[in-house]
Nanobody, 124 residues
C-alpha cells in the first residue's frame, strides 16, 4: 500500500515558476507520475520518474519547462515547473504504479495509487 501526499501549487503569473512535491509513505513505488486535469478536460499525464534508476519522461507539452527529480531517502518526488503558461492551469495529481514503461506511464487507467491533487493556476 502506498499513500501519496502532494504539496506546493498555488497561483502564478505566466512565465513564472512553481514547485510541487509528492511524498510517498509505505512501500516505495517504482514509478511516480504526475497528471493534471484542466477544467472540463480529461486527466492527462505530465511526467514520469522511475525511482530506482532515475529515468525520466515527459509529455511533449511540458518538455523543456518541467523537471522531475527524486529524493529516495525522503521518498519524495519534486516537479519543478518553469515558464508556466495559462494552459498549464489545472489540478495536479501525483500518482504511483508498482511498475510502468515508457510506452504506458501516461495511461491513467493503470495507476495504482493517486494523491488528493493540488491546484495550479497560471494567469496571463
Amino acid at each position: 500500500q502506498v499513500q501519496l501526499v502532494e504539496s506546493g501549487g498555488g497561483s502564478v503569473q505566466a512565465g513564472g515558476s512553481l514547485s510541487l512535491s509528492c511524498a510517498a509513505s509505505g512501500r516505495r513505488p517504482n514509478c511516480v507520475l504526475w497528471f493534471r486535469q484542466a477544467p472540463g478536460k480529461e486527466r492527462v499525464g505530465v511526467g514520469a520518474i522511475w525511482t530506482g534508476e532515475g529515468s525520466l519522461d515527459y509529455a511533449d507539452s511540458v518538455k523543456g519547462r518541467f523537471t522531475l527529480s527524486r529524493d529516495n531517502a525522503k521518498n519524495t518526488v519534486t516537479l519543478q515547473m518553469n515558464s508556466l503558461q495559462p494552459e498549464d492551469t489545472g489540478v495536479y495529481y501525483c500518482a504511483a504504479r508498482s511498475w510502468c514503461y515508457l510506452g504506458d506511464w501516461y495511461l491513467r487507467a493503470l495507476v495504482d495509487y493517486w494523491g488528493q491533487g493540488t491546484q495550479v493556476t497560471v494567469s496571463s
